[in-house]
């Protein structure tokens, strides 16, 4: 059964505070605040990592080292064993996480989340004061 596990003791670890745009570099940032996203999941980097057919492992049950109330994490495999990549356009740990910040905004799961809130929001607006009336 062991011999069915890939062995994802090699491969690059990213943790969503890797990517996210509300942390500091001393919270753990890798990338540039403009090019970084807002609070990503372990879910949204794992399925970016699917679209960009580079075999991934999601780890639910580790922790940030800085931050152990930021639950886990993913690995991820660039190259094969014979040196070749699997994605010709990611090189390094940095393109990962450049394209993988790029890509999260964009989620199924975050459009889903975001439309019925601004379409509730928009016909909700009435015409007139609102609240009690005085006596």
């Given at each position: 059964?062991?011999?069915a596990l890939?062995?994802?003791?090699?491969?690059?670890?990213?943790?969503p505070?890797?990517?996210?745009?509300?942390k500091?570099?001393t919270?753990?940032?890798?990338?540039?605040?403009?090019k970084?996203?807002?609070?990503?999941?372990?879910?949204?980097?794992?399925?970016?990592?699917?679209?960009?057919?580079?075999?991934?492992?999601?780890?639910i049950?580790?922790?940030?080292?800085?931050?152990?109330?930021?639950?886990?994490?993913?690995?991820?495999?660039?190259?094969?064993e014979?040196?070749?990549?699997?994605?010709?356009?990611?090189?390094?740990?940095?393109?990962?996480?450049?394209?993988i910040?790029?890509m999260?905004?964009r989620?199924?799961?975050?459009?889903?989340k975001?439309?019925?809130?601004?379409?509730?929001?928009?016909?909700?607006?009435k015409?007139?004061?609102?609240?009690?009336?005085?006596?």
């Amino acid at each position: 059964m062991d011999a069915a596990l890939p062995n994802t003791k090699k491969w690059i670890v990213l943790y969503p505070i890797y990517i996210n745009s509300k942390k500091t570099i001393t919270e753990g940032r890798r990338i540039n605040t403009t090019k970084a996203c807002e609070n990503p999941t372990c879910v949204e980097i794992g399925d970016c990592c699917n679209y960009l057919k580079l075999p991934s492992v999601i780890e639910i049950d580790k922790a940030y080292p800085r931050d152990f109330m930021q639950r886990g994490r993913v690995r991820v495999l660039l190259k094969k064993e014979d040196g070749t990549l699997y994605n010709l356009a990611i090189t390094s740990r940095k393109q990962l996480m450049l394209q993988i910040a790029e890509m999260v905004p964009r989620h199924h799961g975050r459009t889903k989340k975001q439309e019925p809130a601004s379409t509730s929001t928009a016909g909700s607006t009435k015409s007139g004061k609102g609240g009690k009336k005085k006596k």
